[in-house]
């Protein structure tokens, strides 16, 4: 490109190079370059006050010294192509404004609405346009070739502006880009669609891109043009659905929506289903970013590309990052917190509730709006990058709750984004879900399907996530999921399950374990579906766990009961193994074990308050030798007895010295930190958590007693014995079998008693070691007798 004249300095236009048409007489020439002392009057009154070039990246005031401009000859449209234009029902409107060669030189088109005058400027000097109707400044330039120029733009009141025309730049999407979208295989969508700060022929700007494939006209509105969309029109690429746009000028934070005109007459303002950050609620635009984050956690992805999920431990603290400590505002002050206290009580992972954007901050974060956008009412996507790494940095994994399963109707979101169902089946008894008030995403569209396994992709490569744990499996799987019967559309096979789905959830895990290395994607799935974590080159669905809601329910109900009762519901305790390694699991006592009247975990419990944290204690050490890996809602590592409160979060005062049970409760806290120290430090505990030759029964009968035994084994077959007496009576001399331990002294230790008084126990149980006796038990070898104390659970292992 041509240098413009340095600023400062100006000249009289070369009026030889304006046409005024094919046939019109040429004015007279003015000898180029001809100085203008500054200040000078205008020589014709059709002359405007303009200034030099301005840095080509943005737009500016122009306040150098000014010079004169000749207004140019129309190069005008037909009106109904100006209507339909200024209306925002252009689907190219690249057609018609930029430059373009036509009959007696090049036109070029400027859709500038308010603004009271427009001046091109190009290498020969500044020149006025002409104002056709609705904003769109036309005039005529000699050659047949698309000249170098810009603009300068006066608005009433103010001084010129310098800008260049987005109108003039090519597509920002590739071929490859738009071959991939329309076979639903962008697998980094995110790169494609959406905002995206750029430099085009060395023009700094953003670019915009959006799929509405039933709109008629889109536009781009946002704080930079005061939400009127009416000078910037998109423009669709052919057949693929997408408009696009590219605005000169625009940097990082400015906010904005696409405001959808639909086939019906309607007028939308949406947010971009791709923004990858948005305005803090109740705002609901989006905000163009960029991130220039750099990542800490090099060691930790390369750990984590070797790990091996169901032959490692995990031990995970799930918590909502808004209420977790409501006084951090923030996830940089969460940063400096939340890394210290899973350290101190030796969690390997951190699940957080969804941190997509949503719209209700009173939610758990279930309802996404904002799919590809951490919330704003914590900070910036890259302030979410520095959790992740600090949490990285100290050894902690993070895993997220994902939700391609609905999403709200909020009319800014992607309910009917272009004014017909979209994101969201056509057939009304398949797109509504009853139980959320939600839209449920049509699994069977392509350009959807590669919007949620891009966006899993996303979350993995962009913010380093560890884990997807995908909400309400379930409810994407059958078809009649809460519906009544003829309130549900059969599948073409005429049964309940929805292939749609299947195939996409196979998809997706397939994708991100190819993608991702180490990430697990973890499926909240509360029927028996066949092969939930199956691969899916084996027909499963090809997630790596399931979190086991069937043991979860169970032994909660068998807790609940009085331990006199408890002999009636002895099935419910130990059911959990006969379908233990049908999948790979997860044992979750999760956020919904805790709200809408369930009760906080300790409060489950009977008895009075004593037997309450003995149940709850004796539980949490039966939960930590289940097979399977663990996981535990916040509050619940110290047996707060109220049920979590959005607004207030954890009960954390239950811990100060002033309240006066606060031994009780940091006595439960203790128990947690040890049984995740003890599980790490224990192989058996999780090596063969997957594989029947890693658990024994030694008595799983004991109904009447309320007594469950059996063995763990590590892969070097190195045992671990867990009894657990679920009855509030102390049990003296009770006999135990034990493993043979080949050759070795048939000593055994505690490992761990939940009655310690360091818990909050009554410290009753065997302190020294005991010698396992030949004398054969529970189809063991050895046995020994215990004192069992009373609501606890014990693990034994070989003393050492």
């Known amino acids: 490109m041509t240098p413009l004249d340095p600023p400062g300095r100006t000249t009289r236009p070369v009026p030889a190079t304006f046409l005024a048409g094919p046939d019109s007489p040429r004015p007279e020439p003015v000898p180029a370059e001809e100085s203008v002392p500054a200040g000078e009057p205008a020589p014709t009154e059709e002359s405007v006050p303009v200034a030099a070039s301005a840095p080509v990246s943005a737009s500016a005031p122009v306040t150098a010294p000014p010079t004169a401009s000749l207004r140019l000859p129309e190069a005008p449209l037909p009106p109904s192509e100006v209507d339909r234009l200024v209306g925002g029902q252009h689907h190219d409107p690249h057609a018609l404004l930029g430059a373009h060669p036509v009959h007696g030189g090049t036109a070029i088109r400027v859709l500038r609405p308010f603004a009271e005058r427009v001046v091109v400027e190009t290498t020969q000097g500044p020149a006025e346009l002409t104002h056709q109707q609705g904003g769109l400044f036309t005039g005529l330039v000699a050659g047949a070739d698309t000249v170098d120029y810009r603009l300068l733009v006066t608005y009433p009141g103010g001084e010129p502006l310098a800008q260049h025309d987005g109108y003039r730049t090519p597509p920002t999407l590739g071929e490859l880009d738009l071959h991939l979208i ?248 398949r797109a509504e879900h009853p139980d959320w008030g939600t839209l449920e995403f049509d699994y069977g569209r392509t350009e959807v399907r590669n919007f949620l396994v ?223 120290r003890h599980y790490l430090d224990t192989p058996a505990l999780w090596e063969r958590d997957t594989t029947p030759d890693g658990f024994r029964w030694l008595d799983g009968g004991a109904a009447e007693d309320n007594l469950l035994s059996f063995v763990r084994y590590g892969a070097d077959g190195s045992p671990l014995v867990a009894v657990c007496n679920f009855s509030p009576v102390v049990r003296h001399g009770h006999r135990v079998g034990l493993p043979d331990l080949d050759g070795r002294d048939q000593l055994w230790e505690e490992l761990l008693n939940t009655d310690a008084e360091a818990y909050g126990g009554g410290g009753i149980g065997n302190s020294h070691p005991v010698k396992a006796e030949p004398t054969p038990w529970h189809d063991q070898p050895r046995s020994a007798e215990l004192v069992l104390p009373p609501l606890a659970t014990l693990w034994l292992r070989p003393a050492r």
């Open 454 to 676: 891009a966006n899993a992709v996303y979350w993995c490569e962009e913010f380093h996530i560890d884990g997807l744990r995908v909400d309400a499996v379930a409810s994407m799987l059958y078809l009649d999921y809460s519906r009544e019967g003829g309130a549900w559309t059969p599948n073409q096979h005429g049964g309940r399950e929805n292939p749609d789905a299947a195939a996409f959830l196979q998809e997706m895990n397939a994708t991100v374990y190819r993608r991702c290395p180490g990430v697990v994607t973890i499926a909240e799935e509360s029927t028996a579906w066949d092969g939930v974590t199956r691969p899916t080159d084996a027909g499963g669905l090809g997630f790596g766990l399931k979190w086991n809601m069937g043991w979860m329910h169970d032994s909660l109900v068998y807790m609940s009961k009085e331990p006199v009762h408890r002999k009636f519901h002895h099935n419910e305790i130990t059911f959990s193994m006969v379908y233990a390694y049908s999948e790979n699991y997860v044992l979750p006592i999760s956020h919904d074990e805790v709200v809408h009247g369930k009760q906080a975990l300790v409060s489950k419990m009977p008895g009075d308050w004593w037997q309450q944290r003995a149940n709850h204690r004796a539980y949490l050490g039966f939960m930590w030798s289940h097979p399977g890996k663990q996981l535990l809602f916040m509050g619940q590592e110290f047996a707060q007895g109220a049920e979590w409160d959005h607004e207030q979060g954890p009960q954390w005062w239950v811990l100060d010295e002033q309240w006066p049970a606060h031994q009780d409760h940091r006595g439960v806290r203790r128990l947690v930190r040890d049984l995740n």
């Open 182 to 429: 329309s076979e639903g295989r962008h697998e980094q969508l995110w790169q494609a669609l959406g905002s995206h700060v750029r430099t085009v022929d060395g023009v700094a700007g953003t670019a915009f891109a959006v799929w509405a494939p039933n709109a008629v006209g889109v536009r781009l509105i946002g704080d930079f043009n005061h939400w009127d969309g009416t000078g910037h029109p998109m423009r669709s690429l052919g057949s693929s659905g997408i408009w696009e746009l590219f605005v000169p000028g625009l940097a990082e934070g400015a906010a904005y929506k696409y405001e959808i005109h639909t086939r019906q007459g309607w007028v939308l303002d949406k947010a971009d289903p791709l923004a990858r950050a948005a305005q803090c609620p109740p705002a609901t635009a989006s905000v163009v970013t960029s991130s220039d984050y750099r990542w800490q956690d090099g060691d930790w992805m390369a750990r984590r590309a070797r790990a091996a999920h169901h032959r490692a431990p995990m031990s995970v603290y799930e918590l909502h990052l808004a209420s977790w400590r409501p006084d951090l505002t923030s996830y940089r002050a969460i940063a400096e917190e939340l890394p210290r206290y899973l350290k101190e009580l030796n969690f390997t992972h951190v699940e957080f509730m969804p941190v997509m954007e949503h719209p209700f901050g009173g939610s758990w974060g279930y309802q996404v709006s904002g799919y590809y956008a951490p919330t704003a009412r914590l900070g910036s996507p890259d302030d979410f990058r520095h959790l992740v790494d600090t949490l990285h940095r100290h050894g902690i994994g993070v895993i997220v709750d994902w939700v391609p399963a609905h999403f709200p109707k909020d009319a800014f979101a992607l309910a009917r984004f272009d004014g017909e169902p979209l994101y969201e089946p056509a057939d009304p008894l």
